[in-house]
């Protein structure tokens, strides 16, 4: 219910035109029973003692207050559809928007499968709910009272007898309803597992044929299928008991109804059209009943699908701005410092990525990072713009921990291009221009050309109007990364941060890359993070990563002096030993040497 509440909160907008649909309703509950007494009218004094105009007044009468009925059924079904697709927009828009908000490490727990679902079938079945409820929320209920009170005004004693049949049944509902939301959230649960196999397959649809991988995708998918499957199944045989189970109470209670009053009809005590007006009110109370099963599995489904919208609403960004965090002023110089950082993801308190990490960077140095895949390199470049924050330690910019720093502010002042090239499917032109906006055409093709991309974009079909794809795929993977620089660059960031950024790019135009950033006349101060000891050769400070930690740090030709481990690396590169190609496997168990 809890979450039920919360939501009510989605409803507030559109109180007026629920309560325009409940005031509909509840007016249909009146001329639903007004319908057995005018039956019992015809019966009981126009057909027993023939009085034709009555008959004849009652059923045009009838007739009105069915058509009536029509209408206003119509006016509430449309009322509670605007308020039920109403409250889907608006939650899937703050859904939408609390994503939006998500830090790194939120992104890491909600995998994308479990986003989509909550943002499309969670949201339908809330909508549903919000929509039925409206259509037949108070409608059973009302119905039920009030043929219980026109029961009992017509046989005290047959009502009564029905009472302990209508508990029962009651009873069996709530039974039903209650047992039904956990195997509903199993269902929703077993939905996000096959989303998120799906959306993994498709994604990475090329790697599963490059690696001939077809067959275990299928068993994988196959089992989240099955195990899906076999969840809904288990969900809608217990549902689809429900109505026969109800039944046997509804034809049980007719068989009362008809052999008591029967009985009493017999006797003179009642007359024949009470007793058809006596089955029609049974009817009318247990037809609500059967109404409610149906609004219980969507209860049930949507109260399963609010709770999972809800761990996305109250989910807060784990990474927080401070109320009193100031901007970082527009003549900052960019002076970054590490100071003692250590760094664990979060949930993984046993291991520390980064531990004991001093660094300086001062304004316009560029600050290379070596070290083997899995050191900590993303990870340490990933804590200068807060993706994530550090666990101990503190980072500075020009004296300020970042923590101070408006995030906006700090985003503005950065620019990085991210290990992984990602680009949104659009023209080449939009895609540099994604961190801004209001960019010239000039600035486009200097940005470009300062990432040796220009040459090739004006060698493709349509130059910078060239449609990408999603994700890129028509373009190579060094096209990728020198698009992504360019989106970096054309921000004029203070700070610039490349992940790696031109390993799919040859030697020769990542020199070229490299002196183009050294000539931009806006200094800024760069961290690269390289696999080729070629690119980090001219870098004012050269760090050296191994498992967390840095185990070297200074110029190429103070390393050459000082540290084995460098010299190592070098030798592996470009001394005798080098192969082209060849990463060193120097790094690993560096530290028990
Ligand atoms: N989002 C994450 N959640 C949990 N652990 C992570 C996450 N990202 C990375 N790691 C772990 O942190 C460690 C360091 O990863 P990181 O990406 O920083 O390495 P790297 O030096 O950049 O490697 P590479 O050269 O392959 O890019 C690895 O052991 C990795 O398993
Ligand atoms: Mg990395």
């Avoid at 006016?75 to 939650?91: A, C, T």
């Avoid at 373009?475 to 660059?489: D, E």
Wanted: aromatic content about 6%; glycine content about 6%; proline content about 3%.
């Amino acid at each position: 219910m809890k979450h039920i509440r919360k939501l009510f909160h989605f409803i507030k907008p559109y109180w007026k035109l629920a309560v325009v649909a409940l005031v509909l309703l509840t007016t249909l509950v009146f001329s639903d029973l007004a319908i057995p007494l005018l039956i019992e009218r015809i019966i009981d004094q126009g057909i027993k003692q023939k009085n034709l105009t009555l008959v004849i007044q009652t059923s045009v009468l009838m007739l009105g207050i069915s058509l009536l009925n029509t209408l206003i059924a119509i006016g509430n079904n449309k009322y509670s559809v605007l308020v039920g697709e109403g409250v889907g927009r608006d939650l899937r828009e703050a859904i939408f928007v609390k994503i939006q908000s998500f830090s790194f490490g939120n992104l890491d727990e909600f995998t994308t499968g479990k986003l989509v679902v909550r943002l499309t079938s969670d949201v339908s079945a809330v909508k549903s709910l919000v929509q039925i409820s409206l259509r037949i929320g108070t409608r059973a209920p009302l119905l039920m009272i009030g043929s219980l009170i026109l029961m009992f005004k017509t046989d005290p004693h047959l009502a009564l007898t029905l009472i302990p049949l209508l508990l029962v049944t009651t009873g069996v509902i709530v039974f039903f309803s209650i047992a039904m939301e956990p195997m509903f959230r199993a269902v929703q649960q077993k939905l996000d597992r096959l989303n998120t196999v799906l959306q993994e397959n498709i994604a990475g649809a090329r790697l599963v044929k490059a690696f001939v991988r077809a067959d275990y995708e299928g068993e994988r998918f196959e089992v989240a299928n099955e195990d899906y499957t076999e969840r809904s199944i288990r969900l809608m045989q217990f549902m689809s008991t429900m109505s026969p189970v109800l039944t046997i109470f509804v034809n049980i209670g007719i068989v009362t109804v008809i052999w008591y009053g029967g009985l009493q009809v017999i006797h003179g005590n009642l007359m024949v059209g009470q007793i058809v007006a006596f089955t029609n009110y049974l009817f009318t109370t247990m037809t609500p009943l059967i109404m409610m099963t149906m609004l219980s599995n969507t209860w049930a489904n949507g109260i399963a699908s609010a709770r999972r919208v809800n761990e996305v609403l109250d989910t807060v960004a784990e990474v927080q701005e401070d109320p009193n965090a100031q901007p970082l002023p527009d003549q900052a110089l960019a002076r970054v410092v590490f100071n003692n950082v250590s760094f664990h993801y979060c949930g993984d308190v046993e291991r520390p990525i980064l531990e004991g990490v001093n660094l300086v960077a001062e304004p316009g140095q560029t600050i290379a990072i070596l070290g083997a895949t899995g050191a900590g390199k993303s990870s340490l470049i990933n804590l200068i713009p807060r993706f994530y924050d550090v666990t101990e330690g503190q980072i500075s910019i020009d004296g300020v921990d970042i923590r101070s720093i408006q995030t906006d502010s700090l985003l503005s002042q950065i620019g990085i291009v991210p290990q992984e090239s990602i680009l949104f499917s659009g023209t080449v032109g939009d895609n540099i221009r994604y961190g801004q906006p209001e960019a010239t055409q000039e600035e486009v093709v200097a940005a470009a050309q300062a990432a040796q991309a220009h040459e090739f974009i004006t060698r493709l079909p349509r130059g910078y109007e060239t449609h990408i794809e999603e994700r890129g795929v028509n373009l190579s993977g060094g096209q990728k990364q020198r698009i992504a620089i360019a989106r970096a660059l054309i921000t004029q960031p203070k700070i610039l941060i490349l992940d790696d950024s031109t390993s799919a790019v040859d030697v020769e135009t990542e020199t070229k890359i490299q002196s183009a950033l050294e000539n931009n006349q806006r200094k800024h101060t760069s961290f690269v993070v390289a696999q080729r000891i070629s690119t980090v050769l001219n870098a004012d400070k050269i760090l050296v990563i191994d498992r967390g930690q840095i185990v070297a740090q200074g110029t190429h030709a103070q390393l050459m002096q000082s540290s084995p481990i460098y010299q190592e690396i070098f030798d592996s590169q470009l001394g005798n030993g080098f192969h082209e190609g060849e990463r060193p496997q120097i790094f690993d168990g560096v530290n028990a040497k």
